[in-house]
Structure formats: C-alpha cells, structure tokens
C-alpha cells in the first residue's frame, strides 16, 4: 500500500491509503509513504547509516534513503531505497528530492529493498526499475532479498552493472557469494547464517560495523572508563586514608619534639671490685 496526506474538499487533509500500481511506484508524489514491513525499515535505514558513516570524510559523496529521484522531463521519478552519490557539489543541501539535470550527476549505486510476499512489488523492482535505471545509465543496480522460502530464509543479493552498449550485466559474486560495487569500492553480501547483509572495504577486507555494532562498543567503552573512574577514585581515597593514618602516628613525636623534652640516655654504672665479687657470689 502507500499512504499519501489527500486535502479534503472542506480543507482538511486526510492520510489515505492507496494500492501500490506501477505508476505510482515508479512515480510517488513527494511525503508518500510506502508501507513494505519492518525488516525493509531496518535494512535500509542501518545501510544508508553505514554507508554515511563510511563516506562521511568524502564530502563530495550523499547518501540518500527514500528520496525522490526526478531523472528528467517526460520520465518516472521513484524514490529509491538507498542512493549513492558521487560528484556533490553541496552536499549540506536540505534536499526534498535529488534533481539529476539540477545536480549534473546521476547516483552511481543504487539498491533497492525486494518486497518478499507482494510478487507485483518485486516485478516492479526486478523489471520496471531495472529498465528504467538502465535506460538512465545508473552504473550499478543491487537488489536485496529478504529471508524467504524463494531465499531458503537467508538474504540474497543480486547486482548488475552497465556493460558494452550501456546494457546492465549481472555482477557476478566471488568466492565468498560479495558483490564487488566498483563505483564505491565496496563489497556487499549476506551473512555466513544469512541472517543479515554486510557490508566490506574492498580494498582492505574489512566488514564494516552495522550501527548496533557501534553503539555497543560506545556503551562498552563508556562503561569502562566508568569503572576506570571509580577505581581511580578509591585508589585516591585509599591514599588519602594512609596518608592520615601515617600523619596520626607521627603525631605523638612531633608533640614531644615540639615541648622540648629529650630523652638523655646515661652511661651505665661502673661496678666497684666488691660490688663485681658480690654480684659473683
């Protein structure tokens, strides 16, 4: 379905629900909303964060999530998944759509979130979005496939990339089941369970954390330097607590050198021969 804020004749507006059509999948009017479930939510929400998190020391890289892509007079403009890209001159731009003839570029990558259960929505994806994002000359297309029984409940990726006579050529993934983004310089793939989509530097191989990842390594690391806080500060008062112990003690001394009183130590007696034979007897 999609949910779109339709004004009434009395001037109120009234959020109404539409069966998605091609039309107007391909073409949503600027604030519709696409309802697609909770895992589509999550994905794309953590993957434009990962993908901002990565691209964010390049300032000429925006990442988009469900913005509307108007690709020119007389074409759709979908808003897609997850957009990625290169050549911004403005990046801080509040923008409400992403205008390729404004801008003078078009997205480099482009990945869309598979419907599982609506077959109408997924053809949709796999052929209408595909013939148009080819027609454009958007370089790189993923498709991601939730868990399913199509999937054997894992996710799947498929990708395609402009090939001789700008016509899309299926990615073809290594070993490891990744597809290799050549726009972006990144790997994407499932999981070894298949259980989520992960993200890899191509170039040194490293996944890159998914935004729960890193918020537990900040609570991680904020409750350690909690604990490294509270150590410190009994450590401290232990200190403080010996080093008036040790003043108490040297107390009484210090009050005695203080009154003058000395302590005068006598040589011992000398004995008498007499008084040597009687302490022998």
């Known amino acids: 379905m999609l ?30 909303k696409m309802t697609q479930g909770k895992v589509h939510a999550n994905l794309m929400r ?25 690709l020119g007079p007389g074409l759709p403009g979908p808003g897609p998944d997850v957009m990625v890209i290169r050549g911004i001159h403005e990046p801080e731009q509040d ?18 979130i598979v419907s599982p259960r609506d077959r109408r929505v997924r053809e949709m994806d796999e052929k209408d979005k595909f013939l148009l994002y080819q027609r454009v000359g958007i370089p790189e297309y993923v498709l991601i496939y939730p868990p399913g029984r199509a999937t054997s409940h ?11 006579g700008k016509r899309y050529v299926e990615i073809a993934p290594d070993a490891k089941g990744r597809l290799l983004s050549q726009t972006t310089g990144l790997k994407l793939g499932a999981s070894p369970k298949g259980d989520r989509v992960e993200v890899f530097d191509a170039r040194t191989g490293k996944r890159l954390p998914t935004p729960l990842e ?13 604990k490294e806080a509270d150590a410190r500060k009994a450590a ?28 005068i130590s006598l040589p011992p007696k000398r004995l008498s021969k007499k008084q040597k034979t009687q302490k022998s007897g």
């Open 214 to 226: 890193l918020e537990e390594a900040r609570r991680a690391a904020e409750e350690k330097t909690a």
């Open 154 to 164: 894992r996710f799947f990726l498929k990708g395609y990339r402009l090939g001789p």
């Open 3 to 32: 949910q779109r804020w339709v004004e009434q004749p009395d001037g109120h507006f009234e959020l109404v629900e539409l069966p998605l059509t091609p039309e107007l999948y391909l073409n949503p009017q600027l604030e519709d």
């Open 95 to 112: 923008r409400l759509s992403f205008d390729v003839v404004e801008e003078g570029v078009l997205p480099c990558l482009i990945v869309e």
């Open 236 to 263: 401290e008062a232990e200190l403080k607590r010996l080093r008036s112990e040790i003043a108490r003690l040297k107390k009484p001394r210090r009050e005695e050198a203080e009154s003058g009183l000395q302590v």
């Open 46 to 70: 953590d993957l434009a964060e990962l993908l901002s998190r990565y691209f964010q020391s390049q300032p000429d890289v925006l990442i988009l999530m469900d913005h509307k892509l108007l």
